[in-house]
Nanobody, 123 residues
Framework: VQLVESGGGLVQAGGSLRLSCAAS????????MGWFRQAPGKEREFVAA????????DYADSVKGRFTISGDNAKNTVNLQMNSLKPEDTAVYYC?????????????????WGQGTQVTVSS
């Protein structure tokens, strides 16, 4: 499975970015997907996740109300709409895939990872 993120970039505080992640290669009948991020000198942290059906989403407290995760199973893509961005959102953002119905907050649950896309929020 290959995961390719896109949509990162430089934005001013208060601005918006939309990240996308496209999955290709081996397919699964069901899978959950998540977004994680890693800032310089910090551990990778959970951002958001979505279940196969799209009916269950989960967000880190730090992004709740500002970020929205969505998926398109037909296109094997997952998106992360990021609004009201803050300098502390600056990080490399990774998408990840977990075969099965449910996603999750722990990175060890995910079997496949993209190479990441840089998001930089200036103050």
């Amino acid at each position: 499975v290959q995961l390719v993120e896109s949509g990162g970039g430089l934005v001013q505080a208060g601005g918006s970015l939309r990240l996308s992640c496209a999955a290709s290669g081996r397919t699964f009948s069901r899978y959950g997907m998540g977004w994680f991020r890693q800032a310089p000198g910090k551990e990778r942290e959970f951002v958001a996740a979505i279940s196969w059906s799209g009916g269950i989403t989960d967000y880190a407290d730090s992004v709740k109300g500002r970020f929205t995760i969505s998926g398109d199973n037909a296109k094997n893509t997952v998106n992360l709409q990021m609004n009201s961005l803050k300098p502390e959102d600056t990080a490399v953002y990774y998408c990840a895939l977990r075969p099965g119905v449910v996603a999750g907050r722990k990175d060890v649950l995910y079997d496949y990872w993209g190479q990441g896309t840089q998001v930089t929020v200036s103050s």
